[in-house]
């Protein structure tokens, strides 16, 4: 079992930023692909960024590229999403994700909610504009 918990979640103006944090409980953190996705009011839950277990290879969804940078810390538990240049479409619960499938290739696979094996409770963004 892993246990998953977000925060650095708050209102805030368009064109700040803010960084997520999600702690993982356990000492298996390393054996996890993590990833973040984001649920906005009356819309599906969608993928926003994954990395693979060694921090090696990340992949963002396009509608964040250049400006949400997903990193880990496999000494801390820990995974981060730095989120720069914030706009009102990116209001949103987000989510991180932990799954234990697949070969660590971040490609389309992990873009799916059914890969992951586990999940936070979420941390609610909000950008005014």
């Known amino acids: 079992q892993v246990q998953l918990v977000e925060s650095g979640g708050g209102l805030v103006q368009a064109g700040g930023s803010l960084r997520l944090s999600c702690a993982a409980s356990?000492?298996?953190?390393?054996?996890?692909?993590m990833g973040w996705f984001r649920q906005a009011p009356g819309k599906e839950r969608e993928f926003v960024a994954v990395?693979?277990?060694?921090?090696?290879?990340?992949s963002t969804a396009d509608s964040v590229k250049g400006r949400f940078t997903i990193s880990r810390d496999n000494t801390k538990n820990t995974v981060y999403l730095q989120m720069n240049s914030l706009k009102p479409e990116d209001t949103a619960v987000y989510y991180c994700?932990?799954?234990?499938?697949?070969?660590?290739?971040?490609?389309?696979?992990?873009?799916?909610?059914?890969?992951?094996?586990?999940w936070g409770q979420g941390t609610q963004v909000t950008v005014s504009s």
């Open positions: 994700a932990a799954s234990s499938r697949g070969n660590d290739y971040v490609g389309g696979y992990y873009t799916y909610r059914s890969t992951y094996d586990y």
């Open positions: 356990g000492r298996t953190f390393s054996r996890y692909v």
């Open positions: 990395i693979n277990r060694s921090a090696g290879s990340t």
